[in-house]
T-cell receptor
Framework: AQRVTQPEKLLSVFKGAPVELKCNYSYSGSPELFWYVQYSRQRLQLLLRHISRESIKGFTADLNKGETSFHLKKPFAQEEDSAMYYCALRTGGFKTIFGAGTRLFVKA | GAGVSQSPSNKVTEKGKDVELRCDPISGHTALYWYRQSLGQGLEFLIYFQGNSAPDKSGLPSDRFSAERTGGSVSTLTIQRTQQEDSAVYLC?????????????FGPGTRLTVT
């Protein structure tokens, strides 16, 4: 079955601390993975996608097929990073499955 | 340019009534998605349309839910005989392509409250 698991509903860190938002997926095919973010009172928007191997706002995510993970990382969290983060898996039919989301709270 | 728009932004309805939610995708986008966002449940895939292909309805939770997309543009999600568990934010997204890495652009959502 296709599934995306984000084990943490809430993650609270201090400003300047490293942050890692976990995402594990279950999919028998070749996965296409994304991280979307929703800031307070804003629309859900793309943060990054695994095929681009990019760093956006200091965030990176590496696809680990062996561990079926796509964890989102940032070495030094900022208060403006506080938001809801969703990991998403797009399957071959373009159906996209989202995780339950992790709310990141960065404390001053 | 204009992004994805949805209407109404809020809808309060009585249990048992039918509701229609509208989505206007970004012009030229061939793919359109509907999701339901509930507290603690994340985003639940409902249905997606791609061009003239038959829609993928695999996420619709019951036969009370249906959606159509007219002329490859505007889409309407209809919920018949609404139940309290239908209360959620319904999000629409569109995408300009189906190639690897294609981004989905989300609308602001319709908050549905069934009393």
């Amino acid at each position: 079955a296709q599934r995306v698991t984000q084990p943490e509903k809430l993650l609270s860190v201090f400003k300047g601390a490293p942050v890692e938002l976990k995402c594990n997926y279950s999919y028998s095919g070749s996965p296409e993975l994304f991280w979307y973010v929703q800031y307070s009172r804003q629309r859900l928007q793309l943060l990054l996608r695994h095929i681009s191997r990019e760093s956006i706002k200091g965030f990176t995510a590496d696809l680990n097929k062996g561990e079926t993970s796509f964890h989102l990382k940032k070495p030094f969290a900022q208060e403006e990073d506080s938001a809801m983060y969703y990991c998403a898996l797009r399957t071959g039919g373009f159906k996209t499955i989202f995780g339950a989301g992790t709310r990141l709270f960065v404390k001053a | 340019g204009a992004g994805v728009s949805q209407s109404p932004s809020n809808k309060v309805t009585e249990k048992g009534k039918d509701v229609e939610l509208r989505c206007d995708p970004i012009s030229g986008h061939t793919a359109l998605y509907w999701y339901r966002q509930s507290l603690g449940q994340g985003l639940e895939f409902l249905i997606y349309f791609q061009g003239n292909s038959a829609p993928d309805k695999s996420g619709l939770p019951s036969d009370r839910f249906s959606a159509e997309r007219t002329g490859g543009s505007v889409s309407t999600l209809t919920i018949q005989r609404t139940q309290q568990e239908d209360s959620a934010v319904y999000l629409c997204a569109s995408s300009g392509g189906t190639s690897l890495g294609s981004e989905q652009y989300f609308g602001p959502g319709t908050r549905l409250t069934v009393t």
